[in-house]
C-alpha cells in the first residue's frame, strides 16, 4: 500500500512566522502535490511537482512555496504565515502523468495561524 | 468558477437502502473522474473512477455513471452500510502542464443511519 506520511497533524503558529509542513511518500512516485481543504470549498490545488527541483504552481499559490529535493520528499513553505492561512493542509503523490492513476493522500496537517 | 460542483452538502440514507451522490461539471475536456471518500481526521482514499469514454463503472457495491451530454455523473452505493457514512469528493481529471490534476468539488456528507 501506498503510504503518504505528512510529518504534523495539528501546527499552531504564529501570524509572520515560516512554517513548513513537511510530506514523504514511499513508492517512488514522480508527481507529488499539496493542497488546502476549506469548509464549502473542498480541496484546492496551492502547488505540485513531477519530479525532483521542478514544480509548478497550482490554483492558489500566494503565500505560499515548495521545495522538491528529493523524490520521496515535497515541502510546503509559508513564507509570513497570515490568519487566511489557517486551514487544513493535504499531501498526495501519484505514479505518473496518466490521467487514470489516482492520487494518494496523507492525513493532513490543521494548521492555525495566530 | 466552480468547473466541479456537488450540491448537495449532505445526504441521510437508512442502512441496506440505496445512496446517490451527485456531481456536475462545465468543462467538456475532463478525461477521467474519480471519487474519493473522506473520514474525520484522515485524508481522502481513492473510491472509483471512470473513463470519460465510459458511461458506467462498476466495483461491488459501488457504481459511477457518466453522462457526458448532461455533464453529469453520480455514484451509486447498493446497499448502504454504517461505515459508509463519510464525506464523498467527486473530482475530475485533466492533462494540464507537466502533469494530471484534479480538481475536486466541494464534498456531499454521507450519513448511513443503522
Known amino acids: 500500500d501506498v503510504k503518504v506520511t505528512q510529518s504534523s497533524r495539528y501546527l499552531v503558529k504564529r501570524t509572520g512566522e515560516k512554517v513548513f509542513l513537511e510530506c514523504v511518500q514511499d513508492m517512488d512516485h514522480e508527481n507529488m502535490f499539496w493542497y488546502r481543504q476549506d469548509p464549502g470549498l473542498g480541496l484546492r490545488l496551492i502547488y505540485f511537482s513531477y519530479d525532483v527541483k521542478m514544480k509548478e504552481k497550482g490554483d492558489i499559490p500566494e503565500g505560499y512555496s515548495v521545495s522538491r529535493e528529493k523524490k520521496e520528499r515535497f515541502s510546503l513553505i509559508l513564507e509570513s504565515a497570515s490568519t487566511n492561512q489557517t486551514s487544513m493542509y493535504l499531501c498526495?503523490?501519484?505514479?505518473?502523468?496518466?490521467?487514470?492513476?489516482?492520487?494518494?493522500f496523507g492525513d493532513g496537517t490543521r494548521l492555525s495561524i495566530l | 468558477d466552480q468547473q466541479v460542483k456537488q450540491n448537495s452538502p449532505s445526504l441521510s440514507v437508512q442502512e441496506g437502502r440505496i445512496s446517490i451522490l451527485n456531481c456536475d461539471y462545465t468543462?467538456?475536456?475532463?478525461?477521467?473522474f474519480l471519487w474519493y471518500k473522506k473520514y474525520p481526521a484522515e485524508g481522502p482514499t481513492f473510491l472509483i473512477s471512470i473513463s470519460s469514454i465510459k458511461d458506467k463503472n462498476e466495483d461491488g457495491r459501488f457504481t459511477v455513471f457518466l453522462n457526458k451530454s448532461a455533464k453529469h455523473l453520480s455514484l451509486h452505493i447498493v446497499p448502504s452500510q454504517p461505515g459508509d457514512s463519510a464525506v464523498y469528493f467527486c473530482?475530475?481529471?485533466?492533462?494540464?502542464?507537466?502533469?494530471?490534476?484534479?480538481?475536486f468539488g466541494t464534498g456531499t456528507l454521507l450519513a448511513v443511519q443503522p
Open positions: 498526495a503523490s501519484s505514479f505518473s502523468t496518466s490521467s487514470n492513476q489516482p492520487q494518494h
Open positions: 468543462n467538456s475536456m475532463f478525461d477521467y
Open positions: 473530482a475530475a481529471s485533466y492533462y494540464g502542464g507537466a502533469t494530471n490534476k484534479l480538481i
